[in-house]
């Protein structure tokens, strides 16, 4: 019987060999879909949809870029780990359904089970918002500054029990920073380690999953887009305009084709360019 797992294939980077699925231990649902496209970051998406996200993350970073600053500063963390997790989400994992979505960054509101990472982030006071109730989290993290605030602690917890738990800083370590941020369980994976520290005095953590991994593959991208570089954010917007002015283009040649006489006078309209001429 087919267990929902496919034979690993060939990954987009690096040409490794990686599982499309990836076992979540402990969760209700035991696997999800590894989100990775293998699209560079530039490159304009084919949907609409989803180019739509990836411009307006690059925008909401060059916009909020000295609010992303100050909240890294605030918080002890690197200010590409925020931006980092704004794009990955963006650009890599983008919602397909246009409704029930969360913010920047994706934080999740609350969980059914336990505490999620934005109230145990909101009980350490490490965010000057104080919601009554999921809903209320959920539509103030749809803003773009009060995610900030999120993303910037809820990094920051995860750091906070490395340094406590293990001994280990990792505030500017932006590839295990957001492992933490996309797998969580900062506390056990910290335990973890001070167990492998305590026979191996050299272990250090290491970024794995997908978004830590990606983020470092991209670090000048990301850092481009915290500056606000025009290349970055024209990209999509420059390659629609000339893909529009094409069909234009091809539109009014066509219509010629059709009416070779000139509306309201009796002489024939230009006829357009053979292709022999234009190769020519």
Do not use: C
Not at 4 to 30: M, N
């Amino acid at each position: 019987m087919w267990s929902g797992i496919v034979e690993p294939q060939a990954g987009a980077v690096g040409g490794e060999r990686r599982s499309r699925w990836v076992r979540r231990r402990g969760r209700l649902i035991a696997y999800r879909l590894r989100p990775v496209s293998g699209l560079d970051p530039s490159q304009p998406r084919r949907r609409r949809g989803r180019e739509r996200q990836r411009l307006g993350a690059l925008e909401l970073v060059a916009s909020q870029g000295a609010r992303i600053r100050a909240a890294a500063e605030r918080h002890g963390v690197a200010e590409e780990a925020i931006a980092g997790a704004i794009l990955f989400d963006a650009l890599e994992n983008p919602y397909l359904r246009p409704f029930a979505r969360l913010g920047p960054g994706k934080v999740r509101p609350g969980h059914l089970t336990r505490l999620s990472v934005a109230e145990l982030a909101e009980r350490a006071g490490r965010v000057p918002h104080a919601p009554r109730g999921a809903l209320e989290r959920w539509r103030l993290l749809r803003r773009p500054p009060a995610a900030i605030d999120y993303i910037a602690a809820i990094l920051s917890h995860h750091a906070a029990d490395y340094r406590q738990i293990a001994g280990v800083e990792i505030g500017e370590d932006v590839g295990v920073l957001l492992t933490l941020y996309q797998g969580g369980d900062s506390d056990l994976r910290a335990a973890q380690l001070a167990r492998r520290r305590a026979e191996d005095p050299a272990a250090v953590p290491l970024a794995a999953d997908e978004m830590g991994p990606w983020v470092e593959r991209n670090a000048g991208f990301v850092r481009a887009a915290l500056r606000g570089e025009p290349s970055i954010e024209a990209v999509g917007r420059g390659a629609r305009r000339v893909r529009s002015a094409r069909l234009q283009v091809g539109t009014s040649t066509a219509a010629q084709v059709r009416s070779p006489i000139a509306r309201g006078s009796g002489t024939p309209a230009p006829s357009a360019p053979s292709r022999g001429a234009e190769l020519r």
